[in-house]
Every structure is written in C-alpha cells, then in structure tokens.
C-alpha cells in the first residue's frame, strides 16, 4: 500500500529540490509564506541552506514592502511566491527589478498560468505566465542590461508545512476561516480556488485519486472546486498515474469554536503556542528566547540575535509536547539536563525531589556557569524543548491560564446542571467588571465567551436579560481599555484588540462611550452566530455529550465525534453531515456494479485526510492519535490531520471579533 505521507513529503522534496538548484549564483527574494514552508522544511535552517546551495543573498519581502536593497555581486534572480494575486507579482517584481540590472529572472509562482487553468475564476484574477514574462523582460531591458535577459516562469505549489508526520499545515491560507454569516467574499473565494488547484497539483503529481467530503459551507466550496479540478484533469487527453485512494475531508473551523479557544486541554502543546510569541511572519511558530543558555546580547549582535523555535528542535519533540503529559515531559527534561552535565570534572546534579518549571530552571543556571557556551550549544535542540517546558510553567502566564481553565469547567459543570436557567453569564459578567483585579484581559475574557456561547450552541438559550448585562460589562471594560491606552499609550507591540482600538482615534468621553456600546452589541451579535453554527447538521450539532450513565457530561469536539465515527462505525452507515461530492458518486456507481455496494463512507479508501479550514489545534492533533489508539483495528484507515494554521485561543478571538 502507498505510504501517502512520504509520497507528500518526497512531493515537498522535490519542489524544494528544484528551487535550490537554481539559486546558485543568484539573489533569492521570497514571501514569508514560502520562508514558512521552507523553515519547517529545513528544521529552521532555510537561510543557511540557500546560502549552502550557492544564494549570494537571502531577501524577505511582503505585499506592502516597498524597499529592495540592490544587489551588486549577481546578474541573476530568483523570486519565489506562494501568491496567486497577478497584481501582486506586477508590483512586487517591477519593484525588485527596478533596483537591480539583471540579466536572468526565475520565477516561481503559487498559480499556475491560465492557459492551463480551466476554473470558472475571471481572467483578469489569473496569473497569465505569457504576459508576466514579457512584462519582466520589458522591465529588466529598462535598466540598461548589456544582453537579452533570460526569464523563466515555474508552477510550483509551495502550500505545505509538515509539523510532524500526520500533522501539516498551509501556512499560505493561515488567514483563511470561514465566516459566520455564511456570506463568503470574493477574496476568500479567490483563496479557495487556489489551495484547490494546490491540493489537485499534489494529489494528481503523486497519482492519488480522492474521494471528497465536506462539512460545512466554505468546505463545501473548497471541495467544489477542488472536484472541478479534477474533473477538467480527468478530462485530458493523458491518463494521469492512480497508485492509491484517499478521502479528503474538509471541516469548517467554526462549526466547533469551543475547542480551539479552550484552555482546559491536555496537550502541553497548546500551553506553549499560549505562552510564547510567534516568530515574526510566521503563524505556527514560536519564538524562544535563548538568553538563559547564551546569556544576554548587547549592543549591534542584538540585531542578530535567532531565536530558538519548534522546528529546530530534536525530532520527535513536537509529538511529545502533543501526547505526553506535562509529568512525563519534565521527566524527560531534567533527564536530559543530567545526561548534560555527565561530563569529566562536572559536579554531580541532585535529583529533585518534585521535578517543576522551577527546578530544571535552577539546573540550567547551573549547568550555564559551567559549562561554555559551545559546549551548551551542542545540545540546542534539547536545550530549545527544556527552555520551552521551563518558560511555559513558570511565566507569568501560566496563572492566567489556570484561572481561564477553571472558569471553563465552571461554565461547563453549570451549563450541563442549570441549562436554560444557567446564571453563567451572570457571573461572568462580574468577572469582566473585574478583570484587572484578576490580572485578566479582555481578548482572553471573549475567548472564554466564544467558548461558552459555542459549547451551548442550540442547546442551551442565554435569557436576553443576562446577555444585556453581559454586553452593558463589555462595553464598560472596552471604555476603560480606551481610557487606558490614552493615558498610556503603548510603546511596544500592540495585541490586535488594541491595535483596532488604537485605530479608531477616540479623543472625547462622550464619543468613547458610544463606540464602546457598539463595539460591545457588535460581540454580542457574534456570540449569538457562534451559538448558531452547528444548527444546520444532524449528527454534530451538539459538544456537550454525556458519553454513558456513569459518566459526567463533557466537551466533545466535533473532530473527535467524526474521527470515531470514521473508525468505530458500519461502513454501510452513512455518515449524514460528510457530504460527498457529484463525481465521487458517479465513480461510486461503477464501484456498485463491481463491488455490490456504492461508495459512501470514507473507510473505503485506505488513507483519510481531514483538513479543517480555518485551522486546527494541538489538543485535535492529541484527540486524533488517542481515538484511533482506542477504537482503531487493523482495517482502519490511517488519518492524516490538517488545517490553514495551528491555532491558539486568541487567534480565534482575532480572527472573528477584530478581522
């Protein structure tokens, strides 16, 4: 049976392959999508890897970045884009060209050419390869170059990061998430069309043939035109290579918000994305500071100064921080610090009794005053997982988050006790008045209602007196956080509540305190839509499940009802919100003439994919290899998770209160 993962990862290989080969020599320009694939390619190393394959120089640039640094020591470029925005590729490389007189361009677009696209989408939304390339040429002759410039124009889907073996995610659509109003804009639609013709370029390079499932709207619109693709390439003239099936499964995110803005979660993961800053332009890593193991860095090396991050790290650390429990991991950690010190004329480290956060940070200290610095760097990527372990269990966040897990098993055990006469808002009204005595902000606070309000769903009724109280305590925390940022204006990096804050340059009281009320009726509106989403699906609608009469009633995700409803069930059961597209049912019908049974279920085939659009968490990832551990046999097909991005709570808090 093909193994479908490496056949991905060998597909990644080798589009990676192709691009270094032609960086010698040359200067290298990429958007910080591209840099995200790469990073996670390459643990961390992609800079270092361009330049080992020959990059004179290394360039980031941005949909909004203007200022190319002009290169003296090369003829040659190479521009790498995940963009399927023509306009984009218009400006940006005029841009560069315009800086520099080369005599050889290679572009590697995240479109392909419309003359070979054959999607309804609009022609001028197409990235036309024959008139990009005359438009480079046309501009590279502007700048006086001595012979006929050379411009190549290359296809290449570069749309995936893989975090572990079964976790990947495509950090060009990080900011897709499907909208509560159903209402999906031209832009998103656009979006949809292009990871569409990614997934059909990779499933069709490596010879799967798909059965397609959906659950929900803007999945449902994914799989149409991921299907459309396939049926224009089924089309042609040329067989394309069949080695193997595969059910996709597209799930919208927001049909389960309350599993993504938990903090009540199992997986250590989720309380490391919870603590640490992501990297700059990245969306699934972390930023880890290594001043405790290399000391302090001043003066021009600041500038320079890498963090550490989850990629880099030793493999099998992200499995880890997924499945093992926080015990275990600080086992591990103070483990491998003792097998650090295990060196000639190095005192012998005491075994704590209780092993925490605190304890290894006192190990490291002084394994730090010892040891040099090259010595401490030979275990970097050890010493990045025990940072992480460390940062996370001793920063100041970490009391925030037990306070926030406790809320939630409130809301929980009062929802599932009181139900319609639940007094949770009542009480976390009280908690928004005072939030600044708890140490809690207000991103965190409707994280937690988002939870709340997606828990309930249609199961439970908020009375609209408690919700005018709850709104009336939003509008006046929003009002203080105005009050505050005038009085103290941020001087470092604004969260994204603040930001849009900032923004809307209140300057009087009265003016203020209306554009709180708004603010706070507009999150009361989403809170109800949130309540909303799962009303249209019959198997799903509900997360709160009291799984038997011996057990208490608790948050079940809708990827874990699905995954075990994938594995557990009679594959003659049809699962009823999975809807499968047109052509699978065609190909289905001879499956019937041949087998004696249609295809309807996704264990027909001997790998399954799910892909949640709008993202996935590392709590999914742990729920995935724990239910297949459980309800799994042999005759289960292997399940593959992915989504746009690795969320956090409050990704989703600014994804759909501030985007």
């Known amino acids: 049976m093909t193994d479908i993962i490496f056949e991905i990862e060998n597909f990644i290989s080798e589009c990676w392959a192709n691009i270094f080969a032609e960086v010698y020599d040359t200067v290298v320009y990429m958007d910080h999508s591209a840099i995200e694939c ?13 330049k080992n394959a020959g990059a004179v120089a290394v360039y980031e640039f941005g949909m909004y970045q203007f200022q190319y640094v002009k290169v003296n020591s090369t003829k040659k470029a190479v521009i790498v884009s995940t963009s399927g925005d023509p306009a984009f590729y218009q400006r940006t490389i005029r841009l560069i060209l315009a800086k520099n007189a080369f005599e050889s361009c290679t572009v590697y677009c995240g479109a392909p050419c419309c003359t070979t696209d054959h999607s309804d989408t609009s022609m001028e939304d197409k990235l036309d390869y024959i008139k990009l390339k005359k438009d480079i040429k046309t501009w590279m002759v502007s700048e006086n170059i001595s012979q006929e410039p050379a411009v190549n124009i290359t296809y290449m889907p570069l749309f995936i990061a893989h975090l ?61 035109s991921l299907e459309s693709c396939t049926f224009s390439s089924e089309h042609k003239s040329h067989p394309s290579r069949v080695s193997t099936g595969l059910s996709l499964i597209f799930i919208d995110r927001t049909l389960d918000l309350c599993t993504p803005t938990s903090n009540n979660t199992k997986s250590f993961l989720t309380k490391v994305l919870r603590t640490f800053p992501r990297l700059p332009h990245h969306g699934n890593d972390i930023a880890i500071d ?7 860095i001043t003066g021009i090396l600041q500038a320079y100064q890498t963090p550490g991050c989850l990629a880099s790290m030793e493999e099998g650390t992200m499995d880890r921080f997924i499945l093992q429990t926080e015990k275990e991991l600080l086992a591990i950690a103070n483990q491998s610090l003792n097998d650090m010190s295990s060196v000639k004329d190095s005192p012998k480290l ?11 940070e006192k190990v490291l200290n002084k394994i730090q005053t010892i040891n040099s610095i090259d010595s ?35 809301a929980l055990q009062n929802l599932s006790a009181s139900r319609e006469s639940s007094s949770i808002l009542i009480q976390l009204s009280n908690i928004v008045r005072t939030r600044l005595q708890r140490g809690l902000d207000i991103e965190n606070l409707l994280a937690l209602l988002t939870h709340i309000y997606a828990l309930a769903g249609t199961q439970i009724r908020f009375s609209a007196q408690q919700e005018r109280q709850l709104e009336e305590s939003i509008a006046d925390a929003i009002f203080e956080d105005f009050q505050m940022l005038k009085k103290h204006p941020l001087t470092s990096k604004k969260s994204t509540y603040q930001l849009t804050l900032s923004l809307l340059e209140v300057e009087d009281i009265a003016t203020a305190q209306e554009t709180s009320r708004r603010i706070a009726s507009r999150i009361i509106c989403t809170l109800r839509s949130v309540a909303e989403q799962r009303s249209m699906l019959q198997d799903y609608r509900f997360c709160m499940i009291k799984p038997s009469s011996q057990e208490m009633i608790r948050h079940v995700s809708v990827l874990e009802q699905i995954t075990k409803d994938i594995i557990c069930s009679d594959t003659n059961r049809e699962l009823r919100d999975l809807h499968q597209r047109p052509s699978s049912f065609i190909s289905a019908g001879f499956n019937s003439i041949l087998r004696g049974k249609a295809k309807h279920h996704p264990c027909d085939n001997p790998h399954v994919l799910i892909y949640i659009v709008g993202g996935i968490t590392a709590e999914e990832a742990k729920i995935i290899q724990e239910t297949i551990s459980i309800h799994g046999n042999k005759k289960s097909s292997p399940i593959i998770l992915a989504g746009s991005t690795l969320l956090n709570p409050l990704d989703i808090v600014n994804k759909i209160f501030f985007c």
Request: without cysteine; hydrophobic residues 40%.
């Open 164 to 224: 572990n073996k079964n976790l990947f995610v495509t950090p060009p659509y990080g900011d897709l998430m499907p909208p509560l109003d159903g209402n999906i804009p031209n832009d998103t639609s656009f979006k949809l069309n292009l990871l569409a013709k990614s997934f059909h370029k990779l499933f069709d390079s490596i010879g799967v043939k798909l059965d397609i499932y959906s659950v929900g709207k803007l999945s449902s619109r994914l799989a149409e």
């Open 376 to 410: 401490m760097m030979m275990h970097a990527d050890k010493l990045q997982s025990i940072l992480a372990i460390i940062e996370t269990l001793t920063s100041q966040k970490a009391g925030q988050l037990e306070l926030l897990t406790s809320l939630e098993k409130l």
């Open 350 to 360: 005491k075994t704590p009794v209780r092993i925490s956060g605190h304890s290894l």
């Open 38 to 50: 790469l990073h996670w390619y390459t643990a961390g190393k992609g800079y270092l890897m361009l």
């Open 290 to 296: 290594m001043s405790p193991v290399i000391g302090a």
